[in-house]
């Protein structure tokens, strides 16, 4: 994840390279291109379920039962014939042919899997051979042979906007991003019956419902039916190749659906979840008038008899497709949630049905190809009674992390933090406890790595500085640097002396504690705050001795700075040292060093997930908490104007101090953006000038 910027950059520059050598358009490019790039997702998927079926095949009379087609689909994952694989695609020879065999690859997958009939691209016979080739090469890059689903969503929809910006693509948003499909899908738990995303793009919604059913331990075509729509053929090929190299299936239909429910799912769904187009005003109202699935009316029409923004239709409709228990999750524009004229009139028919259940606000950068913030509706038919006359408000602006230099999303932390209010909020008390008793429980898994991760430091400190004091020993002593070199290696000595003092104390303390508050079954919340603040003066301990470590290996590197120009000096080498030579050694040490001091941060970091919600729920009880949450009553979303902002009820956070802020890092990531931002620049002036070239101008 961290390099997902530059394999990116580097998959996407050297397939769009080959692309200008083929002299092929973009439109005639895309879809081969995301082929293969499914093909080698559906290959990782396969490689990995391989592994998994394999080691649980059952045996009779010391025979093993051959894998089948239906051992891949129980773990949601494709049945790969060997024509059909990467590896075997890969591994042409140059004089075959190499077109003819992809083709054949999609075909053979499309007669095991008849939801994607028709579906896979096939027109690879016009690339030259050298081109599918290299193109092969090119998606069989490192990165991409042990990538997850969620970094191959990302590079697709990467792929995807670049040839949005070549003019393949009308609509570049194609993918929603996982942590907010996440969000939504931990929120109303889709868990049986109709899932339906009218507006499902490359199906991202059900890829993460199917990754919910198997944590909760259901079989995912068991346990729910996949509805999905949308207007343009192609993205509908994308969802389709998306559910099916996940194992999945589901009815995608091809229409409008401001016009059509091409499903029938007036009132049926248990569970709606979509990202639609924000802020769409083309929509015809002489159409929709009389539509079943307005029940609070149209929103505002403009004098062309044009609905003047869309997304009070998404909004409607997604409600009147749920049935009386059902419930509805999905990305809205900000905009939305406060509009005014006719549509804060269908708002307030809304909020006074009572089935509006939370609200939730996302910064900016959530999204791939915008920067705008969002919000997150959530809708519940089946809402208790004592809860409808209220709605959660909850601003999640200031919880993300940062992927990318433009992208943010939400930590698996922070996603399991957010679910937890919404777990107070619903009374399930215990599941917040039992998600606490998680982070401490992890507290003392990674306290027990750390006396480990400092010995293999120490090891190759005290080898560095054993080899460099060898080396003094046997240096003139007339040489002017010799003085330099024993005193830093005095400091040196110094500092470590002091370090271990300070290393004994905390790995002392961390077994004490691990011996006492580290819970092997779920504990009260009384407990649970004391094992909190118990472990408080130990984070900063683990604080210092991280500074310490920094500061070794500074000292340790600025003794060996001073012994390599003596060496120079007396022509007298080095010596190696168990490890290797001084250089390489120095490597390991600054490599242990992370790891030693990552090792620390781990368990500081679990210890800061139970810390941040233990301050603001200290009862284990829902509660308002400033610039975060309040249960908002009815009368007053009326008294503001039927707004469903939630920073508008929540009043502002207070500051908080970043106590792990790292200067240097800060300016390093300056500087990358800055580089960034040239790149782009280079980048758009090169588009610039093919267009002018294509023009003639």
Known sequence: MDNLEQIERRLWSAADQLRSNSKLTSTEYSMPVLGLIFLRHAYNRFLVVKKEVEASLPSRGGVTRPITKDDFTRK??????????????????????????????????????????????????????????SL???????????????????????????????????????????????????????????????????????????????????QTHEAVTFYGQEKTATTIKLAKMNLAVHGLEGSIAEGNSFY??????????????????????????????NDTRLPFSLPGVNKNKKVSNGNYLWISYFHSYLNPKGRAGFVMSSQASSAGNAEKEVRRKLVE??????????????????????????LD??????????????????IFRKVTRKVYDFSPEQLQNLTAIVWLYRGEQERYLKLVNTYLNKVCEEAAQVPGQLQAFDQLLNSLHASVENFLK????????????????????????????ERDILLQELAHYRETWCPNVLQSNEWQLQAREAFEPLTAKAKGLTK?????????????????????????????????????????????????????????????????????????????????????????????????????????????????????????DIHLELAGLNEEAAELATIIQQNFEELGI
């Open 548 to 668: 310490q470590l920094d500061g070794l290996y500074k000292l340790a590197s600025r003794s060996l700075d001073l012994a390599a120009t003596l060496s120079k000096q007396i022509n007298l080498p080095l010596p190696a040292t168990a490890g290797g030579s001084v250089v390489q050694h120095r490597k390991a040490l600054e490599a242990q060093r992370h790891e030693s001091v990552e090792q620390l941060k781990l368990m500081q970091y679990f210890h800061k997930q139970v810390s941040w919600l233990q301050s603001r729920f200290p009862e284990a009880k829902l509660r308002d908490v400033e610039g975060l949450v309040k249960l908002t009553p009815i009368p007053e979303i009326e008294a503001n104007d039927w707004s469903l902002t939630p920073g508008r009820y929540v009043g502002v956070a207070p500051q908080e101090i970043d106590e792990d802020f790292d200067f240097e890092e800060a300016l390093r």
């Open 260 to 289: 059509e429910d091409q499903h029938n799912l007036l009132g049926r769904a248990d569970f709606i979840m979509a990202n639609p187009p924000f802020n769409v005003d083309e929509v015809d109202a002489e159409k929709i008038k």
């Open 474 to 501: 046997a240096a003139p002593a007339a040489e002017g640097e010799r003085e330099s070199l024993a005193g830093s290696l005095s400091e040196w000595q110094q500092a470590y002396t002091h370090y271990l003092k």
């Open 136 to 218: 092969l090469k090119t998606f069989n890059d490192e990165a991409l042979r042990s990538a997850s689903g969620d970094m191959f969503g990302r590079i697709y929809e990467y792929f995807l906007m670049k040839f949005a910006m070549q003019g393949a693509q009308d609509n570049g948003e194609f993918f929603t991003p996982p942590s907010l499909v996440q969000t939504i899908v931990n929120v109303i738990e889709p868990d049986h019956g109709i899932v339906a995303d009218p507006a499902c793009g490359s199906g991202g919604m059900f890829v993460q419902t199917s990754h919910f059913l198997e944590k909760v331990g259901k």
């Open 76 to 133: 949601s994952a494709l049945f790969l014939q060997p024509e059909a694989q990467y590896e075997y695609l890969l591994n042409l020879p140059s004089g075959q042919d190499i077109a003819g065999a992809i083709i054949q690859a999609m075909e053979l997958i499309e007669k095991d899997y008849a939801p994607l009939q028709s579906v896979l691209p096939k027109d690879y016979q016009i690339f030259d051979s050298d081109v599918l080739k």
């Open 381 to 398: 038919k089946g809402k208790p009674a004592e809860k409808r006359d209220k709605v959660l408000m909850l601003d999640a602006r200031n």
């Open 353 to 378: 049905t009572g089935d509006v259940d939370i609200m939730i606000s996302i910064r900016s950068n959530f999204f791939y190809t915008r920067t705008v913030p969002c919000e997150l509706w959530f």
